[in-house]
């Protein structure tokens, strides 16, 4: 293993050196030029920029494979040390202090940034004006988009940069180490700047599954979340000094939730923190991944109780509300309970997806009316019909839940219910919620839907894209009451 890595960053550094000659070559190029009597002030440019991206990537890459390298031989010695305690395997695990990502996510936001307007630059302060003001093609316009990405890129950056000015490095101190699957989490929140938000401070728990398909270019990073739990942090309890704060948390992990695995990253189980607060200026966010793991104090038994977890008053809302997020609970006609999922319930999500719809409609359109080959739009079109579907689901999807007279009846369609399905609830096993779709990556949001299960392990739809964790757990509650009383 120890051969193979250090032929691995041989190859690196090999493969890197030539970005680095060419770059260098450039440089020395284009320093060339604007010595010249007469220079070239757009070969400069154009020398330069391409100079600094090719000879910078290969320098960073390189000592990126050093300290890769580096680290990877601390890890080997801490597996040798301890075989059976992966969570000691990385030292900031095993010192119970783990600072947040936010130094180094910063870095690669410059970098990024950076890299994108070297390469969008060129093309726009030579090649762009060329083609419209020269050659009056207009059509080039679009290539302004690159540009513009890059100025979004740098905001992102800029913004970045001053919220990590502003708070410094934050650390999480483990006070269960590992967290434990079916069991807890504890720990203190450590932040360099005092903190007091009047909303409290928001923190959660996000369990994903990170995937890695395609190599090369064709390479994507998928992060899908498979269970997450908020709490918010009243500000009574934040424990504010004149050089930070402190705040503790427990969170509470179900025994059948998957435990961390970091052997092969291009399928992993990661457990982040996530801790954010609404502050006057840039706002405070930090990101921190921990530790869990089935281990002696795990409990088979231990489930996070679920009408424990909903607020009181929250539970009262619900029950007292006609309406909460576009869903009705109300009596039945023959003393049952009705709950009616509205269409149109998520309007920014489905605002976003039919914008993305519409432009990925676009393209299919431009790609028939341009001579593309027939293979493009027909696989195109395919993902289209899906995204379409999707749409329509999200505006006009509606559903409804009737449990009475012994059964239950789910019913759905598009804006009027279609066809039913009855279950006794005699034959209902239990009723729960699952991560549906997700808005983002790892820190998006989760949408929940709501499934029934049979005695015969057959699983039933019974509503979905519910935002609020909280109410689908009181909802899922509330249905699994009414079967019990008609079993």
């Excluded at 600094?52 to 010695?77: C, H, N, P």
């Excluded at 490095?169 to 069991?183: A, D, Q, Y």
């Amino acid at each position: 293993m120890a051969l193979t890595k250090r032929w691995g960053l041989i190859f690196i550094v090999l493969f890197m050196l030539p970005f680095c000659g060419v770059g260098l070559f450039c440089v020395v190029l284009a320093l060339r030029e604007a010595a010249s009597e007469q220079p070239e002030m757009g070969t400069v440019l154009f020398l330069g920029l391409f100079g600094l991206v090719f000879g910078g990537t290969g320098v960073w890459m390189i000592l990126r494979a050093l300290k890769g390298y580096k680290s990877s031989q601390q890890v080997d010695e801490r597996k040798i040390q301890h075989p059976d305690k992966p969570w000691l395997w990385r030292k900031d695990w095993a010192s119970r202090r783990i600072q947040d990502s936010n130094r180094s996510s910063l870095n690669y936001t410059w970098f990024f940034a950076v890299f994108w307007n070297l390469i969008s630059a060129p093309l726009s302060l030579t090649v762009l004006p060329r083609e419209v003001l020269q050659n009056r093609n207009y059509p080039a316009l679009l290539g302004l988009l690159f540009p513009l990405v890059g100025a979004g890129l740098l905001i992102w950056a800029i913004r970045a940069t001053l919220r990590w000015k502003k708070f410094g490095t934050s650390v999480l101190e483990l006070e269960t180490l590992p967290g434990v699957i079916g069991g807890h989490l504890k720990g203190l929140l450590q932040t360099r700047t005092a903190l007091l938000p009047e909303e409290g401070l928001s923190l959660k728990l996000t369990c994903i599954n990170r995937t890695v398909s395609g190599s090369g270019k064709n390479r994507s990073v998928n992060e899908k979340i498979l269970w997450r739990e908020r709490q918010v942090i009243p500000k009574d309890r934040i424990e504010a000094r004149v050089q930070g704060s402190s705040i503790p948390f427990t969170f509470e992990v179900p025994y059948d939730a998957k435990e961390t695995d970091r052997k092969n990253m291009d399928n992993a189980i990661l457990w982040y923190v996530d801790a954010a607060a609404s502050v006057p200026g840039v706002d405070y966010a930090a990101q921190f991944e921990v530790p869990l793991f089935r281990t002696s104090e795990s409990d088979p038994d231990f489930v996070p109780a679920r009408e424990a977890e909903v607020p009181e008053q929250m539970a009262e809302d619900f029950t007292h509300t006609a309406s909460h997020g576009g869903i009705t609970v109300r009596p039945g006609q023959r003393g049952g309970t009705e709950v009616y999922f509205a269409p149109a319930r998520n309007v920014r999500v489905a605002l976003v997806l039919t914008v993305f719809t519409l432009i990925w409609s676009a393209v299919i359109w431009f790609m028939m009316t341009h001579g593309a080959p027939i293979l493009f739009p027909i696989f195109f079109g395919l993902f289209d019909l899906i995204l379409l579907y999707a749409v329509l689901q999200l505006w006009f999807g509606v559903s409804k839940v009737l449990i009475e007279s012994g059964q239950l009846t789910v019913t759905s369609g598009f804006l009027w219910l279609g066809a039913s399905k009855v279950i006794p609830c005699s034959h209902v096993e239990d009723i729960k919620i699952s991560i549906g779709m997700q808005s983002g990556g790892r820190s998006g949001t989760p949408y929940y839907n709501i499934a029934l299960i049979t005695n015969d392990k057959k699983k039933v739809s019974l509503g979905r894209s519910i935002k609020d964790k909280r109410h689908a757990e009181w909802l899922a509650t509330t249905m699994q009451d009414a079967v019990s009383q008609w079993k």
